[in-house]
C-alpha cells in the first residue's frame, strides 16, 4: 500500500521487505541485547551496501535521491521487523535534510562524497529534541576565523558509531542556536557509554561533551530552530512509516498467533473479543498506512500545505501505534510479554519513535501555530 | 412519601444498593484502630522505599538486563528482615496480623517506586491467600508458622501460586472454560497421597519460594470437579525448576517454570481436594469457583493497588521534571497544559485508589476479609498476646474439626451475590487501575520527551513493569467478562457466557 502504483517503489518495497525479513527478523532479540551484546555491524553494512542510508540524498551530494516516499517505503518495511536499524537510517536522513534545509550542502558533500564506509558515511544527531523545546545545546566560540564548541549534547543517535555528528550550539550574537557539524574524532571529543534507554536499543544515543572542538555552521547563525523546523516537516513523514512498520508487524504476530492459539477448547481467533481486538488493530494499520503512502507522496510533489498534513499524520499515527502496540502484546496473553516474540519490543520501539522530532504535547502545539499564522 | 417495602424494591433495583455502597456501608462497621495501624503500615512502606527500594531499583532492573539469570536473594532477604513476609498473616497463624486492607494500600506505596519489588513482596501474599482459601486449617498454620519462623532465622520463606500451565492461561482462571481447555497438570491419586505429573509456567517468584500452591487435576477430562491444591515444597523429589523467563518487566521478579515428574505429595499436604468438601453446601464445581473468586477477589483488588503505584510513580516523576525543566523558555510546570496534564494524572491516581478501596470494602464485608474485620474478631486477635496463640491456640488448630468448621463459616457462609460483588469489584478495580497505570505511563513519558527514554529517569521502567498489570491475575480481557459475569449478567436472564 505505501508503494503505491510506482514501479520503482514496488521494487523497492518488495527488497526492503526481504531484507527485513531474512536479515533482522532471525536477530531481533539478540540485536536488541546491546550493548550488552555486540552491535549488529554486518547488517547495518549490508543496508548501507544496498543504499538505504543514501535514500533520501540528492545525486549530486553522493545518494539516490529517491525522495522522501522511497524513504517511508524503507523504513515502514524495516520496521516490521526491527526498528533499531530504522532509528540509525532515519537519524542519519535527519542529519542530511538539516544540512540541506542550511543550505550547507558542500559541507555535507564533504562528508558524503569521500565516505568509504558505514562508519564515514554515517552522520549522528540528536533527533529527539526540537531546539524549541528544551535546552540541548553546547556553547560555540569564535577564535581566529571559526567556530570551537565546548558543552555537552544529550541524547545524540549514533554518536558512538558514526564519525560525524550534528549538533546544536549557542553563539553569543544570536538568540536561536545553530547547527553545527563536527567531527567526533577530534581532540576535545567525549563520547558517554550508550544510554540504557526504553527501545532501539541497537540505536544506541550517547551524550557528548565537548571542549573546543573545531566545527563548521550550517547555514545562519541563530536560524538552527528553523532549519530543524523545515527537515522535521519531511522527516515527521518519515517517522510516521516507521510507527506503520511496527504496527504492522505487531498484527502481523497477533494475528499468527490468535490462529494457533486455543483457549476454551477454540483458537483464540475464534472468540470473539480477541476477534475485536484484531480488527481495532487492523483499522489502525490501514489507515496508517494509507496515511504513511498520501503524505510522504504529498510531500515529494511539494502539494500545498504538506508540511501540515505530515506533521499531524505523524502525531496520529504515532499514537496509534502506542495503543496498538499494547494490544499486540495483549493478545498473546503472557508470551507477549517475553522476548522469545517480537511484541514486547515493537510496544517499546512504539513509544520510543513518538518522542522522535520533539515532545509530544509541543509538537501538537506547532501545529496550530503554524495554523495562526 | 416512600413505604419500606418500596424502599426495599428500589434499593434491589440495578445497579443493587449493595453493590454501590461498599465503603458507605463498611465504614461504621471497621475496628477504628485499623485506621491508626493502616497509617503505621504506609509510613513503614515509604520508610522502606526511602532505605531499600528507590535507591535499588533501576540498579537490580539493570542487573537483570545484563544477567538475566540473577536471583534477587538480596532484595528478599532485606524484605524478610523488615517483617515484610508475615506482616499480612493473621496472629492466629504466627503472623503480625496487619489488617488486610492495609496491603493493597503497602502495595501501592512499593509500586509507585518498584513494580518488581512490589510484587517481590505482594506475589508472596497470592499464594498465602490461595492456601487460606482452601480453608485447611492445619496446613495454613503449618506453612504460615514456616514462613514466620523464616523470618526469625533469616532464611525467607516464601510461597507461590502455581495455576498456569503452557497451554492454559485463561482457561485456568475460570471453570466454565476449564472443562473446554487442556489441563495436562495431574494428580493422579495414588496410596498416602497423590502423584504429581506436568509443567506450570510464568510462576512468580517460584525461584524463591519454599513452597509452591500447585494447582493439579485428578481427572484433565473434567478438571472443574476434578480441582486439587496441593503443597509442594522446593527440594521435593520430582520437583525442578525450568527456565527462568526472559521479560520485558518487572525484571527484579524471576517468572519460572515449574516441572514435576511423579512428585509424590502425601495426604498430609493436600490443602484441598474434592472429597475434602462434599459435606459444603454448593457443588464441587461451586465450590471450585467459589475459591477462585475468593482468592481473586483479593488479590486482583491487590493488583488495583499495583495499577494506582504504577500510575501513582509516574505521576511522581513527571511532576518533579516539569517543576525542574524548562521547555520553550519557561518552566514547564507553568504551561497550562502541562498543569492540566499533571490534573489529569494525579485524577487517573485517585479514581485508580478508589477502585481498590472499593472493592477492599467489599471484602470486608462480603468475603476474605469479613471474619477478620468483624470487631470482635480484630480485637480478639489484637490483644491476646501471640503466645497465646503460639501455645494454646495452635494445636488445636491441627484438629480436623477446625477445618470443617472454617470452611463452613468462609464458603457456605458467603451468599451467591457476596460472590459476586466482591469478585466483580476485584476485576473492575484491576482493569481500571492497570489501564490508568498505562495511561500514566505514557503521559509521563510524552511530558518528558527524550529525558523520559532515559532509563535513568524511571519511567520507561515503569511503562515496561505496568503493561505486565493488564496480563497477569487473568488478562484485563477476562477480567471484563467476569465484570460482565458477576455485576451485568445478571440483570439479563438471556446473557450466556462464554459460550459463543
Ligand atoms: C510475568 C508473569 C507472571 C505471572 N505470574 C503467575 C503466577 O505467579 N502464577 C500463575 O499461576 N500464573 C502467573 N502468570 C500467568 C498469567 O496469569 C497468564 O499469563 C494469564 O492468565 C494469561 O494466560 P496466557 O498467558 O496463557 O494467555 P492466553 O490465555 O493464551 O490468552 C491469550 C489471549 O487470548 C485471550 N483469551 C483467552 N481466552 C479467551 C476467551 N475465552 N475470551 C476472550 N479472550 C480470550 C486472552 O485475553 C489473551 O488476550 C504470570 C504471567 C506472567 C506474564
Not at chain 1, 189 to 210: E, R
Not at chain 1, 221 to 245: D, I, L, N, T
Not at chain 2, 44 to 68: G, H, I, M, T, W
Request: charged share 25%.
Amino acid at each position: 500500500m505505501i508503494a503505491g502504483t510506482d514501479r520503482e517503489l514496488k521494487m523497492l518495497d518488495k527488497a526492503s521487505a526481504e531484507f527485513a525479513r531474512k536479515e533482522l527478523a532471525p536477530e531481533r532479540q539478540e540485536n536488541d541485547r546491546y550493548p550488552d551484546a555486540p552491535l549488529f555491524e554486518k547488517t547495518i553494512k549490508k543496508a548501507y551496501d544496498l543504499e538505504y542510508f543514501h535514500m533520501i540524498l540528492p545525486e549530486a551530494l553522493n545518494g539516490v535521491g529517491q525522495g522522501v516516499a522511497a524513504l517511508c517505503v524503507i523504513l515502514y518495511n524495516i520496521c516490521r521487523e526491527d526498528s533499531s536499524l530504522g532509528g540509525l537510517i532515519f537519524t542519519n536522513a535527519a542529519a542530511q535534510e538539516l544540512h540541506i534545509a542550511a543550505g550547507a550542502e558542500e559541507i555535507l558533500k564533504a562528508v558524503t562524497e569521500p565516505a568509504d564506509s558505514i562508519y564515514n558515511f554515517l552522520i549522528a544527531a540528536p533527533v529527539f529534541n526540537n531546539p524549541r523545546d528544551m535546552d540541548n545545546a553546547a556553547d560555540a566560540a569564535m577564535q581566529d576565523g571559526r567556530y570551537l564548541l565546548s558543552g555537552r549534547v544529550e541524547y545524540t543517535v549514533a554518536g558512538n558509531i558514526a564519525r560525524h555528528a550534528v549538533v546544536p550550539a549557542k553563539t553569543e550574537d544570536a538568540a536561536g542556536c545553530s547547527f553545527f557539524l563536527l567531527d567526533l574524532s577530534s581532540e576535545g571529543v567525549t563520547v558517554s557509554a550508550p544510554i540504557p534507554s526504553l527501545g532501539l536499543h541497537a540505536c544506541p544515543a550517547v551524550d557528548i561533551t565537548l571542549d573546543r572542538v573545531p566545527c563548521s555552521l550550517l547555514g545562519q547563525v541563530g536560524e538552527g530552530p528553523q532549519y530543524f523546523g523545515k527537515m522535521a516537516g519531511r522527516m515527521s513523514a518519515a517517522a510516521a512509516a516507521m510507527s506503520a512498520g511496527i504496527m504492522k508487524g505487531s498484527l502481523t504476530e497477533a494475528l499468527e498467533y490468535s490462529r494457533g492459539r486455543f483457549q476454551g477448547g477454540k483458537r483464540i481467533v475464534d472468540w470473539s473479543e480477541i476477534r475485536m481486538m484484531l480488527a481495532e488493530m487492523a483499522v489502525k494499520v490501514k489507515t496508517a498506512e494509507c496515511m504513511v503512502s498520501r503524505i510522504s507522496q504529498g510531500i515529494d510533489q511539494q502539494e500545498t500545505g504538506w508540511q501540515e498534513y505530515a506533521e499531524a499524520a505523524a502525531i496520529d499515527i504515532q499514537r496509534s501505534a502506542c495503543g496498538l502496540t499494547t494490544d499486540g502484546i495483549q493478545v498473546l496473553g503472557g508470551v507477549g510479554y517475553m522476548k522469545d516474540f517480537g511484541q514486547e519490543k515493537r510496544f517499546r520501539d512504539a513509544k520510543h519513535i513518538q518522542a522522535l522530532l520533539g515532545m509530544v504535547p509541543t509538537k501538537k502545539l506547532r501545529l496550530i501555530e503554524g495554523m495562526f499564522r | 412519601m416512600i413505604s419500606r417495602k418500596e424502599v426495599k424494591a428500589y434499593s434491589a433495583m440495578p445497579p443493587v444498593f449493595e453493590d454501590i455502597t461498599c465503603g458507605l456501608a463498611s465504614a461504621p462497621k471497621l475496628p477504628k484502630p485499623m485506621v491508626k495501624e493502616t497509617r503505621r503500615v504506609i509510613a513503614l512502606a515509604r520508610k522502606f522505599n526511602k532505605e531499600v527500594v528507590r535507591p535499588y531499583a533501576l540498579e537490580l532492573d539493570s542487573k537483570l538486563q545484563a544477567s538475566p539469570d540473577y536471583i534477587p536473594w538480596d532484595f528478599v532477604e532485606q524484605a524478610n528482615e523488615w517483617g515484610l513476609y508475615t506482616g499480612w498473616i493473621p496472629k492466629i497463624f504466627g503472623g503480625k496480623g496487619w489488617n488486610m486492607p492495609s496491603l493493597a494500600y503497602f502495595i501501592e506505596e512499593i509500586a509507585s517506586e518498584c513494580l518488581a519489588m512490589a510484587n517481590l513482596v505482594g506475589v508472596h501474599y497470592l499464594g498465602v491467600s490461595t492456601l487460606t482459601s482452601t480453608g485447611n486449617v492445619r496446613l495454613i498454620n503449618q506453612i504460615c508458622r514456616q514462613v514466620a519462623a523464616g523470618e526469625k532465622t533469616h532464611t525467607p520463606c516464601l510461597v507461590s501460586l502455581a495455576t498456569t500451565e503452557p497451554g492454559a492461561g485463561t482457561d485456568a482462571e475460570e471453570i466454565d472454560l476449564m472443562d473446554k481447555g487442556t489441563m495436562t497438570c495431574t494428580a493422579e491419586r495414588v496410596p498416602g497421597g497423590y502423584k504429581l505429573n506436568g509443567t506450570k509456567v510464568f510462576i512468580s517468584n517460584g525461584h524463591l519460594s519454599t513452597w509452591h500452591m500447585v494447582i493439579a487435576y485428578s481427572d484433565t477430562s473434567k478438571p472443574s470437579e476434578n480441582t486439587v491444591v496441593l503443597a509442594v515444597k522446593t527440594g521435593d523429589k520430582g520437583f525442578s525448576f525450568g527456565r527462568k523467563e526472559q521479560k520485558m518487566g518487572q525484571k527484579g521478579c524471576p517468572a519460572s517454570e515449574l516441572i514435576f515428574k511423579d512428585c509424590f505429595v502425601p495426604d498430609e499436604y493436600v490443602c484441598f481436594s474434592p472429597e475434602q468438601i462434599r459435606s459444603l453446601k454448593r457443588t464441587v464445581r461451586e465450590t471450585g469457583m467459589q475459591m477462585i473468586d475468593y482468592v481473586v477477589s483479593t488479590t486482583r483488588a491487590g493488583v488495583g493497588a499495583f495499577g494506582t503505584g504504577a500510575a501513582r510513580g509516574a505521576y511522581n516523576e513527571a511532576k518533579k521534571f516539569a517543576a525542574e525543566t524548562e521547555v520553550g523558555g519557561k518552566r514547564l510546570i507553568n504551561h497550562e497544559w502541562a498543569q492540566c496534564m499533571l490534573a489529569e494524572m494525579l485524577k487517573n491516581v485517585m479514581t485508580a485508589r478508589l477502585t481498590y478501596v472499593e472493592a477492599n470494602s467489599a471484602n470486608g464485608l462480603y468475603g476474605a476479609f469479613r471474619d477478620l474485620q468483624r470487631k470482635p474478631m480484630f480485637y480478639y486477635y489484637r490483644l491476646m498476646p501471640a503466645k497465646f496463640f503460639d501455645k494454646m491456640v495452635s494445636p488445636m488448630l491441627e484438629k480436623a474439626f477446625m477445618t470443617k468448621t472454617f470452611r463452613r463459616v468462609q464458603l457456605d457462609g458467603q451468599t451467591d451475590e457476596e460472590i459476586h460483588r466482591t469478585s466483580g469489584w476485584a476485576s473492575l478495580s484491576k482493569v481500571a487501575a492497570t489501564d490508568l497505570g498505562i495511561r500514566n505511563c505514557h503521559m509521563a513519558l510524552e511530558l518528558m520527551g527524550q529525558h523520559g527514554l532515559r532509563r535513568s529517569y524511571r519511567v520507561e521502567k515503569m511503562l515496561r513493569d505496568a503493561k505486565l498489570l493488564q496480563i497477569y491475575e487473568g488478562t484485563n480481557q477476562l477480567n471484563r467478562l467476569n465484570i460482565f459475569k458477576c455485576m451485568i449478567a445478571g440483570d439479563c436472564p438471556q446473557a450466556v457466557i462464554f459460550d459463543e
